[in-house]
T-cell receptor, first 112, second 114 residues
């Protein structure tokens, strides 16, 4: 039972264009959402997060949008760069001493 | 300086053996975790420790025993290894609490059971 779903296993984008990675969740108790980036043979690294009290959070080229009614969030990267090529994991958590539930990841390939 | 480190990076062993994976964090965090990434690429929580106390155990077989000698270390010991234990194991740490869900991950340990 996947509580966090990333339905696109991969995405290819040209350098300079926008990358949009999507994530859906089913658990209404989730109120904190994170995106992690992972390069091969490395651990995931935190990218950006959003609390359920917001619908948008921006950090440089990265923006996360949250639509609570649709239980959907997305990560926008603009402009995309070849160094952004990695696997992106969406994760969600209820608040408190809790663990993260991860999606399966989306592999982003940004070509020059 | 590595924030979260794991040893070894690779581990190849025979079925039935007992092995340990070590994890150390130098971030001053009070919560540490073990995750397993299986062949389907899902990252799933196994254990969570806060201040050396077990707070989450996600129905992991009791062949897996985490040990936290202090706040900076969380080791994973696996007894009687099985083929299905082959995976990448990630250690992570965080400050814990409702405001600090950002977790910092180690580089992973790829375990192969033959």
């Amino acid at each position: 039972d996947q509580q966090v779903k990333q339905n696109s296993p991969s995405l290819s984008v040209q350098e300079g264009r926008i990358s949009i990675l999507n994530c859906d969740y089913t658990n209404s108790m989730f109120d904190y959402f994170l995106w992690y980036k992972k390069y091969p043979a490395e651990g995931p690294t935190f990218l950006i997060s959003i609390s359920s009290i917001k619908d948008k959070n921006e950090d440089g080229r990265f923006t996360v949008f949250l639509n609570k009614s649709a239980k959907h969030l997305s990560l926008h990267i603009v402009p995309s760069q070849p160094g952004d090529s990695a696997v992106y994991f969406c994760a969600a958590s209820p608040s408190g001493y809790s663990t993260l539930t991860f999606g399966k990841g989306t592999m982003l390939l940004v070509s020059p | 300086d590595t924030a979260v480190s794991q040893t070894p990076k690779y581990l190849v062993t025979q079925m039935g053996n007992d092995k340990s994976i070590k994890c150390e964090q130098n971030l001053g965090h009070d919560t540490m975790y073990w995750y397993k990434q299986d062949s389907k690429k899902f990252l799933k929580i196994m254990f969570s420790y806060n201040n050396k106390e077990l707070i989450i155990n996600e129905t992991v077989p009791n062949r897996f025993s985490p040990k936290s000698p202090d706040k900076a270390h969380l080791n994973l010991h696996i007894n009687s290894l099985e083929l299905g234990d082959s995976a990448v194991y990630f250690c992570a740490s965080s400050l814990g609490g409702p405001q600090y869900n950002e977790q910092f991950f180690g580089p992973g340990t790829r375990l192969t059971v033959l």
